[in-house]
């Protein structure tokens, strides 16, 4: 009888440890509220982008009303901050001096894209489950399994985990402390080529081991189910695809891959549009399409100016509203890309791709689209390149992307526009729970990879959905 009398006082002492091992949570559950957090939106200045995350800022308001709470509070980065507009916001860090002065007593931020889907109270629930008074970041995590160039070809045995910002990921107030006067203390970065944001604020955030890995939490979701607290949503239906008789397609090429790559983009992707042209520095009695343009061996400005030169004549003549530029190793989808330029303006001066940074949050720094994931680029934009002396090409041999769509648009006022659809290097490249979250337009690079299996894993499926096109000469 004493025995069980003991073993009964025994279990409820270790419930009561539990309980109260527990009961700094619930306290902070119950004062964590909506107006408490700050989202912060990275989106973009053009149509689409600034339209989505004010849809998103309405649509988390509506859900605090719903709840009878106040609405967080918001940062969209396409709007200006204060006077100026902010240099650099996509690459994160720029933000956290800002998000300090302004939104000091906030207890969580939360970053995420415009295409990110917030449920409210389950976001409430997940961060009730943290201490914003100690320094932490929470989200799903991605992992690198090999060396890989979108990340300097860093070791992946460090295991550093890096956000999926389509899924959203939220840092405390401690932490944002801690990074705002790591920034103000100087640059964060020893890299001048920013190119995953999200890998090189991780990087900033780790600090060589010094600071916190990224919280991995199943919540922070990269499809969307019953349990998430965010998503990321699949790229939206604007209307009706632009018509493929619409978009004037350019290879960049030349005479030693006439024969090698050529052929797997006829097979592919090249199949399906009705308007192409392969520039090259020699013209072939195999192969149709071909104009030639200055040969350069490097940088290739001289080249691509002369293409643009050729493929605003080809788009006056036929009326094309669209041009898309890619190198002779870029797999992509026209079905996709189709899709995804109804939701854009084709009357605005424009350009579409993979953002890249050089120094971009410098004042002397800039970001450009990196031509190997392929552009779109509107009609309006294209004369306004060919009609400006700021954009003649400094030298033949300057790098084309970082040039004529970087420092050029800067020079004519105008930003590039970003889609995370576009990517640079191969499938293998990027983590699996990145690409589980979207539906790719186009991937880059045929070394160490079987370019027509990456066209039938990713693209095939979506292409033959189309109608099959007669291609028309363009010479």
Not at 424 to 439: C, K, N, V, W
Request: net charge negative.
């Amino acid at each position: 009888m004493l025995f069980s009398t003991i073993s009964c006082v025994s279990i409820i002492m270790g419930n009561l440890v539990h309980l109260l091992a527990f009961l700094p949570v619930l306290l902070v559950f119950a004062s964590t509220e909506p107006e408490d957090i700050v989202i912060i939106v990275l989106s973009q200045r053009n149509g689409y982008s600034a339209g989505q995350a004010e849809l998103l800022r309405q649509n988390i308001t509506e859900q605090a009303y719903d709840l009878q709470k106040n609405a967080p509070n918001f940062l969209l980065t396409h709007q200006r901050i204060g006077e100026r507009e902010m240099k650099g916001a996509w690459a994160i860090y720029p933000l956290i001096p800002v998000l300090h002065s302004q939104h000091a007593n906030a207890q969580w931020y939360l970053f995420c894209s415009e295409n990110t889907g917030v449920n409210l109270s389950r976001l409430m629930r997940v961060l009730s489950r943290f201490n914003s008074s100690e320094a932490l970041w929470i989200g799903h995590a991605l992992h690198d399994t090999g060396p890989t160039i979108i990340h300097h070809f860093a070791d992946p045995l460090t295991r550093l985990s890096y956000p999926n910002i389509a899924s959203g990921f939220g840092i405390s107030r401690a932490l944002l402390e801690t990074l705002k006067i790591r920034v103000r203390s100087g640059v964060p970065s020893d890299n001048d080529f920013i190119i995953d944001a999200s890998y090189e604020f991780s990087n900033f955030v780790h600090n060589n081991g010094k600071g916190p890995q990224l919280i991995h939490l199943s919540e922070f979701c990269v499809d969307s189910a019953e349990t998430c607290a965010t998503y990321p949503k699949k790229f939206p239906s604007c209307g009706n695809p632009v018509s493929i008789g619409n978009i004037f397609f350019a290879v960049k090429t030349y005479n030693v891959n006439h024969s090698k790559r050529m052929p797997l983009l006829l097979k592919t992707w090249l199949r399906h549009t009705v308007h192409y042209a392969l520039f090259s520095n020699e013209e072939d009695e195999k192969l149709e399409n071909v104009i030639v343009v200055p040969h350069t061996t490097e940088g290739h400005c001289a080249k691509t100016y002369g293409l643009l030169q050729h493929a605003e004549k080809i788009m006056k003549k036929k009326k094309i509203e669209w041009l898309v530029v890619t190198d002779d190793d870029t797999i992509l989808s026209v079905s996709r890309l189709s899709k995804m330029l109804s939701c854009y303006d084709a009357k605005q001066p424009m350009a579409i791709g993979e953002r890249y940074g050089f120094r971009a949050t410098e004042e002397t720094g800039y970001e450009y689209l990196t031509g190997g994931a392929g552009l779109a680029m509107s009609a309006p934009l294209l004369t306004k390149i060919l009609t400006s002396n700021s954009c003649n090409c400094p030298m033949m041999s300057a790098p084309d992307d970082m040039f004529l769509f970087g420092i050029c648009l800067i020079r004519l006022g105008l930003r590039p526009s970003t889609s995370p659809l576009f990517h640079q290097a191969r499938p293998q490249d990027y983590a699996e729970g990145f690409l589980a979250s979207q539906e790719p337009v186009s991937f880059h690079k045929f070394w160490m990879n079987d370019p027509v299996r990456v066209y039938r894993d990713w693209f095939k499926e979506a292409d033959d959905e189309l109608t099959p096109v007669q291609h028309h000469p363009e010479l």
